[in-house]
């Protein structure tokens, strides 16, 4: 089988060009200021996506991952450089990108149906819509019969699916996903990962996904990114060259292993 191309980012900044692409991050920074010191978290990231394409993001804990992927929903402002979605430039958030995050943070009050078709029914969207498009997604999330079900009734993971299935409810053009999966034992997480590429088979989103499991993102992702220490930089990108679908036990293969042993080299020489 075809090895993964590593590619260093100053090769890759001539993508950054590229016409036609969904999401465009040039020149990125993120800097925070506290009691008058300024922290620099983010500093010049170039990521370029094509439309459909998943690419995930690991690197060092707090090297600046979910902050450049916050900067990339609006949720922070950028320091410097500019971020593109369909060629137009974003300045804050928008319905053309969605985020999911380490909690499910679901609303316990209300049903699954309700916590999926909430935004939808914040913008004013018909019942018989938010309902059709609310039981669409749970059959897709695999959530058929739980429909009346609240979030203490759920386990873990199908309260994940359901905050997948949340930010899907809107149509995003773009699907951001701050480990979603952190939270879960490490056999749901397993059942998780591949219950998302069906989904995302099903929807070919634009996704990016943070996570500091290099498995999780070789199995996931069509590009696995490395981030450096603070403040972020890409120091290296892989293209992975596994066909879709990918069985769950492809994560055993010799192939898939010596691509998780190069990422984790360069992570960990980070980390020193």
Known sequence: MKRAAT???????????????????????VSFVSRGRATDAVA??????ADGEFVAIVGPSGS??????????????????????DGQEIDGPGPD????????SLLPWRTVMANITYGLELAGRPRSDREEVGQRLIELAGLKGFESFYPRQLSGGMQQRVNIARALAADPEVLLL??????????????MQVELLKIWDERKKTAVFVTHQIDEAVYLADRVVAFSARPA????????????PRPLDLKQSDDVRDIEREIWQVVRGQTT
Request: one cysteine or more; proline letters at 6%.
């Open 7 to 29: 590619r260093d980012p100053a090769s890759a900044r001539g993508a950054v060009k590229h016409a036609g692409a969904k999401l465009c991050a040039r020149n990125v920074s």
């Open 44 to 49: 010049g990231v170039d990521l370029t996506m």
């Open 64 to 85: 600046g991952k979910s902050t450049f992927l916050m900067a990339l929903d609006g949720l922070i402002p950028l320091s410097g450089g500019s971020i593109e979605i």
């Open 97 to 104: 990108r969605a985020v999911v995050f380490q909690d499910a």
């Open 178 to 191: 701050d480990e979603p999966f952190s939270g879960l034992d490490a056999q749901t997480r397993e059942t």
């Open 233 to 244: 930089r890409i120091v290296a990108e892989w293209q992975i060259p596994f066909p879709r």
